[in-house]
C-alpha cells in the first residue's frame, strides 16, 4: 500500500508478503541498518529517508520518504531515437556526481540501471534503491550481511556475474552500460535468458558506439568501452574521473539547445542544469506530466513504556541517539544510549526487557559504526540474557548469536565465527527446520567461511546440499541459488586442480 501526504511518500507492505516470525523482524533489522547507511549519502541526487521500520502493531513495514515528481530514465532509450550526446554526458555527469558522493561513504549501489532513476521536470537525475526500498519490493527476497550479489543481468558487472568483490568500479561498470543504453538505444549485451547476458558480460567485447551512430563522439566511445572493461583495474579510477572525461560533451553556460535535441523537447532536459543552473521555471511552462515515485531510511518507535522520569529519560535518549545517527555520529550515537542503560539496569535490573531493547539497540549502532571488536561480547551477553528470558530459541536470542558470528567474521575469527553459526542453525533447525531464509544464509554463511579457510572439502560438504534446497525452494532463476552455484563450481574447480 502506498500514499502521498505532502511531500513525502509512505510504502507499507504486509509482513505476510515477506515470511513471519523471526525472519521478518531479522529482515527489519537489516532494514533499519541499511536505511542508515544510506541515509548518510548527502545528495541532491539521492530523495531523503525520513522514516523506515515494523509497524507491529498492524504488521507491516514501512518507508517513508522524500515524494519524487519524475518519469524513468528508461522513457529516455529509444532505439529509432537515440539521445544526443549531450543529453546522455548531462545524464552520465549527473550519475557520476552521485555515484561519487555515495562511494566516498562508502556505498556501493549494485544495481544501477534506467528503471532506478527519475529525472525531474528540471532534468535533475534522482538514483533510487541505495538497498533499502528493495527489501519492501515481493520480487527481492532479503538483504544479507555477507554481501550476496545483486544485481540485473542487463547491467551486472562482470565480478557480480562470478559472485565476486563488488566495489564502487563495479557501479562504474553498470553506469558503462547505462550510458551504452541511451546513447544506442539498446543493452550493450542482449540475450534471451539471464545466463546468455551473464556469459557476454563475462566474454564478450562490446560492439563500439561509433559502429552503431557515427556522430557519438570518438572520446565518448572509448569512455564508454573504458567504463566496460572486464577487468575492474582497468575501468576508470574513480566517479571523480568519469565526470572529468565527461565534461568536453556537455553544452556551454548559457547556451541554448541545439536543434539536433529538438526532437527531445517534451521530456525534461537534462542538458538545462549546466546551461543555467539553478534557472527558475518559466511561469508558462508546465512541463511534463510526471508521476509520483520514490524510496527510503531509518529510526524506530521510542519506547512506550509509563511516564516515569527514568522511562522518560530512556525514550528521550532513543530519540537523541536517532538524532545522531541521522547526522552519521556513530560512537556518539551509543555512548548517549550507554549512558541511559547503567542507570535503567540498576532500577529496573540487567535483563528488564527494556533494557535489553536498548542494549541491543546500542549494539546494533556499533555494527553500523564499523566497531565489531566492541559489539562482539555485547552481543554474545545479549545472546545469554535473552536465552534466560526468552529461551535459547527465541528470535533474539539466535539473531544476537547469529551478530555475534558476524562480528567475528568480520575480525577474521574464521574458526569462532562458524562455531557460532552452526549453534544458530542448530536453533533455528530445531524450531522451524533449515529451510527458512535465515537458515539457508547462516548455512551460506557457513560455506563461505570454510571456503575462506580453504577447506575446500568441508565447504563443499555444506554448498552442495544447500545449492539442491535452493533449488527446490526458490527455483533456478533465484540470484541467491546462482551466486551458490557459482561458488560451489569455483570450488570443485580449485580442488580439481
Not at 509482513?15 to 541532491?44: M, P, S
Not at 520518504?65 to 532505439?79: A, I, N, W
Not at 556469459?199 to 564508454?224: G, K, W, Y
Not at 539473531?399 to 558476524?406: G, H, I, M, N, V
Amino acid at each position: 500500500m502506498a500514499d502521498t501526504v505532502g511531500d513525502r511518500y509512505e510504502l507499507r507492505v504486509s509482513t505476510e508478503a515477506i515470511g513471519a516470525g523471526g525472519a521478518v523482524e531479522e529482515l527489519a533489522k537489516r532494514f533499519q541498518r541499511e536505511a542508515r547507511v544510506t541515509a548518510r549519502i548527502r545528495h541532491h541526487g539521492v530523495p531523503q529517508v525520513y522514516d523506515a521500520g515494523l509497524d507491529s502493531g498492524a504488521a507491516e513495514l514501512y518507508l517513508v520518504m522524500e515524494l519524487v515528481p519524475g518519469v524513468s530514465l528508461r522513457t529516455f532509450v529509444d532505439p529509432h531515437e537515440p539521445l544526443p550526446a549531450s543529453w546522455a554526458a548531462a545524464f552520465g555527469a549527473q550519475l557520476a556526481t552521485v555515484l561519487s558522493h555515495a562511494h566516498a561513504v562508502p556505498v556501493v549501489h549494485r544495481d544501477l540501471k534506467p528503471t532506478n532513476v527519475l529525472v525531474t521536470a528540471e532534468g535533475a537525475v534522482k538514483v533510487l534503491d541505495f538497498g533499502i526500498a528493495a527489501v519492501l519490493r515481493p520480487d527481492v527476497t532479503r538483504f544479507t550481511a555477507t554481501g550476496t550479489p545483486m544485481g540485473t543481468s542487463l547491467y551486472m558487472s562482470p565480478e557480480q556475474v562470478k559472485g565476486g568483490t563488488v566495489s564502487p568500479r563495479s557501479d562504474l561498470y553498470t553506469l558503462g552500460c547505462v550510458l551504452y543504453e541511451l546513447l544506442s538505444g539498446y543493452p550493450v549485451f542482449g540475450g534471451d535468458t539471464d545466463i546468455d547476458r551473464w556469459n557476454r558480460h563475462l566474454h564478450a567485447e562490446p560492439v563500439p558506439l561509433r559502429e552503431l551512430r557515427t556522430d557519438v563522439p570518438a572520446d565518448l566511445d572509448r569512455l564508454v568501452l573504458d567504463l566496460l572493461a572486464k577487468v575492474p583495474e582497468r575501468r576508470p579510477g574513480d566517479a571523480y574521473e568519469v565526470y572529468e572525461r565527461l565534461l568536453p560533451f556537455l553544452p556551454a553556460l548559457g547556451s541554448t539547445p541545439k536543434s539536433t535535441e529538438e526532437s527531445q523537447r517534451e521530456l525534461p532536459d537534462p542538458t538545462r542544469l549546466f546551461r543555467r543552473p539553478n534557472a527558475p521555471r518559466s511561469p508558462s511552462d508546465s512541463g511534463p506530466a510526471l508521476e509520483p515515485s520514490s524510496v527510503e531510511e531509518s529510526a524506530a518507535a521510542a519506547s512506550r513504556l509509563p511516564h516515569t522520569a527514568l522511562r522518560e529519560s530512556m525514550a528521550d535518549a532513543v530519540s537523541r541517539a536517532d538524532g545522531l545517527l541521522y547526522e552519521e555520529r556513530y560512537l556518539q550515537s551509543a555512548d548517549v544510549l550507554d549512558a541511559v542503560i547503567r542507570p535503567a539496569g540498576n532500577e529496573l535490573g540487567a535483563e528488564n526487557p527494556q533494557v535489553l531493547q536498548l542494549r541491543l539497540r546500542r549494539a546494533a549502532i556499533l555494527v553500523v559504526a564499523g566497531e565489531y571488536r566492541r559489539a562482539q561480547p555485547e552481543f554474545d551477553a545479549l545472546a545469554d540474557a535473552f536465552s534466560r528470558t526468552k529461551g535459547p530459541r527465541s528470535d533474539d536470542a539466535v539473531e544476537c548469536l547469529r551478530q555475534s558470528a558476524y562480528c567475528r567474521a568480520e575480525l577474521g575469527q574464521v574458526e569462532e565465527a562458524i562455531h557460532r553459526f552452526r549453534d544458530v542453525l542448530d536453533r533455528i533447525s530445531g524450531e522451524h527446520g533449515d529451510g527458512t531464509d535465515t537458515a539457508l544464509e547462516v548455512r551460506r554463511n557457513i560455506g563461505e567461511l570454510q571456503a575462506a579457510r580453504n577447506d575446500l572439502s568441508e565447504a563443499e560438504s555444506t554448498l552442495a546440499p544447500l545449492l539442491d534446497d535452493l533449488v527446490v525452494l526458490r527455483g533456478k532463476d533465484d540470484e541467491g541459488m546462482r551466486y551458490v552455484a557459482a561458488l560451489l563450481k569455483r570450488i570443485r574447480s580449485a580442488r580439481s586442480r
